[in-house]
């Protein structure tokens, strides 16, 4: 694996419009590690989650016609779910699945793991999420589960009869005229290379997923684009949501967004907080200031009162109930964030093609955000910024395991000297090395360098998602529960 000893906060990609035109771009060191050319206004990064409104966006086209709706069952779209006897099964609407209201648990690790490797088979996702115990009651809170956008893909697909990069691309991305942006895997020269840091600060390439329409993965994460290309699709965005609201319609003359109000509509709130203050739309969160912007960053791992927060003290203009929407770019090798302010018809976009210590780009972006509101940044940015870094996770325990080492051995599970090794669905890449945490529960040790760098993780700073639970009976012990 290559390195140097740039790091990576250095290499990012920043925009800023106002009042519907770019006024300033800027970019900052070199496309990747082995590449000295900077990256340019058309580099083409993974900007994943902040491309969740085209999502949204492009589905608003077939409900304009009639063809879908928010409020219809997906069970009527999606005949695999109609296993399902629950609430969900029953109830749910794309709006659930959108709002991320369904009650899914997060479960990424599913689908994968390490080093880019797909778990499962597009073909099985429908099947697992018949299996998938929710997390919280149906309708009851806010879980931001990427399952939930991989049976969006599934409805796409199977009514329009279209892969969904093909689907995206026609209804929003050709009427724009973009040469870049895609749900599917971008082609070009000039195109930005996934990196994290290491601890020490040296920079290094990664393995990560294809995000695609092949992988199912393509709805929730799997948007590329260029900055052009990004700022073009908030400017037309805001200027046609200005349009339809002022004039109380759904569609705009020459525009492919539709069903804007709908779409910028709280639909629940986030845990915390009220569906006035802070709360999630469909494929964007919107936060009233004052109020803290971090909610969808890897920053929010920090206690709530540890978030830098845009308040009353930090305002340089009487601006309290201004209105903020926006999403964060947080998968393997990228980092990102995007601000629209609806009421000036700005916005802030920045992008980075590598997983730092924490997320520059969100707090980045927020200060360029300060400037446009006319506000002094919060002043605990940096002392946040440290916060984040010194997180780290522990699992100690003095309580053995119930049972000798091979008897948690089987077809996925090896003793390898003193640990236990877990192959998961017996893949080569991605791999686990247990040691005893309590009982027949095992876990491997938190290493944000290890995970993300050497093997292309997603960022996970929780407990729960290191620990591998056994179940033991006469016959032997089987892993029940991998996160």
Known sequence: MQSDRTTLEGRLSLGV????????????GKRDVDCPDPPDDDSVYWVASTLKNVTVSAIARPVTDGV????????????????????????????DLIANRS???????????????????????????????????????????????????????????????????ECIFQPLDLRSATFDIPTGSNIMKPHANRDDGSTCKIKISAFDSASILASGGGGKSSLKDHLKIYIALLAAYDHQTTNDTDTSPGSPFTQLSTIFTPQIQLPGSTIEKQAYCLGLYRTRLPGNLSCASLNSVLPRKRLPIFSEACLGAPISHEEVYHHSCTTPGFVGAMFLIPRTQSGVVLMTNGTPRMDTADLSAQVLLCEQLNMKAPGNVLDASRAVVRIQLR?????????????????????????????????????????????????????????????????????????????????????????
């Open 17 to 28: 419009f106002h009042h519907g035109r770019i006024v300033h771009t800027q970019h900052f």
């Open 395 to 483: 699992c100690k325990t003095d309580t053995t395991p119930t049972h000798p080492l091979k008897s948690y051995t089987g077809i996925v599970v090896a003793v390898h000297g003193i640990l236990l090794r877990v192959s998961i669905q017996g893949m080569p890449n991605t791999t686990y090395d247990l040691q005893p945490c309590d009982s027949d529960t095992f876990y491997w040790p938190a290493s944000r360098e290890n995970e993300l760098v050497d093997r292309g993780m997603w960022v996970g700073p929780f407990l729960q998602f290191h620990l591998v639970k056994f179940a033991c009976n006469v016959k032997g012990c089987e892993p029940r529960v991998a996160t």
């Open 103 to 169: 009650g899914l648990p997060m479960a990424n690790s599913y689908w994968g793991q390490q080093n880019g490797e797909q778990l499962v088979p597009k073909s099985e996702f429908v099947s697992i999420v018949n299996q998938l115990k929710l997390a919280k009651p149906f309708r009851s809170t806010f879980i931001y589960s990427q399952w939930n956008f991989c049976l969006l893909q599934a409805i796409v697909e199977s009514v329009t009869g279209k892969a969904f990069g093909d689907f995206v691309r």
């Open 68 to 95: 879908l709706g928010w409020d219809v069952p997906v069970r009527e779209y999606l005949r695999g779910l109609r296993q399902r006897d629950d609430e969900l099964g029953l109830n749910a609407t794309m709006r």
